[in-house]
C-alpha cells in the first residue's frame, strides 16, 4: 500500500544511492537516458533489472496470470491522480511523469491493492469511492506514533481492463480491502473488520462463500497463496501484553492501527495449522511465496537501527535459512514474482536521485 510508504518514508533521513552509472533504455519514449545503476554487486539473484516508473509512489504491482501484463497502483500527480488509483501496464512497457499508462479504477475515492482475475481481462481492487468522490485524509501520526488508517469506506470491486466495474463483491459495514488472488483461480483472500477486529477472510470469484480464517487479535493482512494454493502467507500485529492490546483496541476504534510491529505468519488456506515464520522484530510485511512455495520473499527493516533501510529478505516456509537478497541503503518492498517465476516486480527508492519517490522495478530473478 502507498499509505505504507508514505509512513516509513517519514523514518528516512535520505541518502543518495550509489553513484555507479549504466545506460538504460526508456521504451516508451525510444530515447536513451543516463541512470544510476540499478543493481547492487551484492544483489546476485537478479540478472538484470529496468525501472518502470520516474515518479510518485509506485507500489502493488501484480501480474496477470499470463504474465502478460501488470496493474498497480500510483499517486504521481503528473498523472492527474490526487490520491492512490489502479493503473495497467504491458509487462515490458516503461513511464515517465509525461506519458501515464491507462487507469483502470474510476479516479474516485482512494483505491488499494489491485489483482488480476484468472480470465486476464478483470482486475479486483479496493476502493472508497462509494463513501465519497474526495481523496480521503491520510493521518500519520497520532500521540508521536506512526499510523496508517483503516478506512471503513473500503470495498472490494470487480472491473474490466477498461476501468469499468461489473460487480461489488462486499458490502459488510466496515473495511474491506486487500484482496488476492489463489493461483488455482478458485479463492480470494482479504482483510476484513466485518468480526470487530482485522481478520482474513476467503471467499469465491464471485464473493460467495465468505469464510474466516483467522480470529487472535491484531492486524492480519497482506495475504497471499502459494503458488498450489494450498498455504497463505501473511503479515500480523499481535499484542501481548495489556498495555499493547489497550493501545491496539484504542487506536481500532479510531479506524487505525500501528504498523512498526509485524511479523510473518503463515497457514493453511482453510486458517489450519496456522503459525509464525518469523520472529525478528521491528516490522516484516509484504511476504509473497517463491516460485517453488518452499520459500517466502518479504520486505524487513530488522536489521535497521533507525527504521531504515528496508531490504528483501529470503526464507524458508520452516522459519530457517534467512538470506538478504537485496541491498539497499534506503526501501525495498511490495515483491512479487511472475506466474512463470522468472521476473520480480518490486518497490524501491532506488535511484530516485536521493528524493523519496518510489517507484517500479522488474528483475530477471535467478536462484
Known amino acids: 500500500m502507498n499509505r505504507i510508504v508514505a509512513i516509513l518514508l517519514l523514518l528516512l533521513t535520505v541518502s543518495s544511492c ?12 525510444g530515447a536513451t537516458k543516463k541512470y544510476d545503476s540499478l543493481i547492487y554487486p551484492e544483489e546476485t539473484h537478479f540478472k538484470s533489472m529496468r525501472q518502470v516508473t520516474f515518479g510518485g509512489d509506485n507500489a502493488e504491482a501484480y501480474w496477470s496470470f499470463d504474465d502478460k501484463q501488470l496493474v498497480f497502483q500510483s499517486n504521481n500527480a503528473n498523472w492527474n491522480v490526487s490520491c492512490d488509483q489502479m493503473f495497467l501496464m504491458d509487462a515490458n512497457q516503461t513511464f515517465t511523469d509525461s506519458i501515464a499508462p491507462p487507469m483502470v479504477s474510476t479516479g474516485k475515492g482512494r ?36 499510523i496508517w488508517p483503516i478506512y471503513d469506506t473500503y470495498d472490494i470491486f470487480v472491473a474490466d481492463l477498461e476501468g469499468n466495474i461489473v460487480s461489488q463483491l462486499t458490502n459488510e459495514v466496515g473495511y474491506d480491502a486487500e484482496p488476492t488472488v489463489s493461483p488455482k483461480g478458485d479463492k480470494i483472500v482479504f482483510t476484513s473488520t466485518r468480526s470487530g477486529d482485522l481478520e482474513l477472510y476467503t471467499m ?29 502467507i501473511f503479515r500480523s500485529s499481535r499484542p501481548k501484553t495489556e498495555q499493547e492490546i489497550k493501545d491496539y483496541k484504542d487506536l481500532l476504534a479510531e479506524g487505525l492501527v500501528e504498523p512498526t510491529d509485524m511479523e510473518l505468519y503463515i497457514c493453511n488456506a482453510d ?17 509473497f511465496f517463491h516460485p517453488s512455495g518452499e520459500k517466502v520473499l518479504f520486505s524487513s527493516n530488522f536489521e535497521s537501527e533507525r527504521g531504515f533501510p528496508f531490504n528483501l529478505y529470503l526464507i524458508d516456509i520452516d522459519g530457517k535459512n534467512l538470506t538478504r537478497v537485496t541491498h539497499s541503503t534506503t ?24 528524493g523519496r519517490d518510489t517507484n517500479l522495478f522488474i528483475a530477471e530473478w535467478q536462484d
Open 204 to 232: 469465491n470469484l464471485d464473493g460467495s462463500n465468505v469464510k474466516q480464517i483467522t480470529d487472535e487479535l491484531g492486524y492480519d493482512g497482506g495475504a497471499f497463496f502459494s503458488p498450489d494454493g494450498t498455504k497463505i
Open 331 to 354: 526501501f525495498d518492498a511490495f515483491p512479487v514474482f511472475s506466474n512463470d517465476g522468472k521476473y520480480l516486480a518490486f518497490s524501491s527508492n532506488r535511484n530516485n536521485g536521493g
Open 18 to 29: 550509489k553513484n555507479e552509472t549504466a545506460k538504460t533504455t526508456d521504451t516508451t519514449s
Open 271 to 287: 486458517g489450519s495449522d496456522l503459525r509464525q515464520l518469523t520472529d525478528l522484530g521491528n516490522a516484516n510485511w509484504s511476504p
Open 111 to 146: 483505491t488499494t491493492c489491485s489483482y488480476f482475475m484468472p480470465d486476464n481481462k478483470h482486475i479486483i481492487y479496493a476502493s472508497t469511492h462509494l463513501g465519497d468522490d474526495a481523496c480521503p485524509d491520510t493521518p500519520l501520526r497520532k500521540n508521536g506514533k506512526y
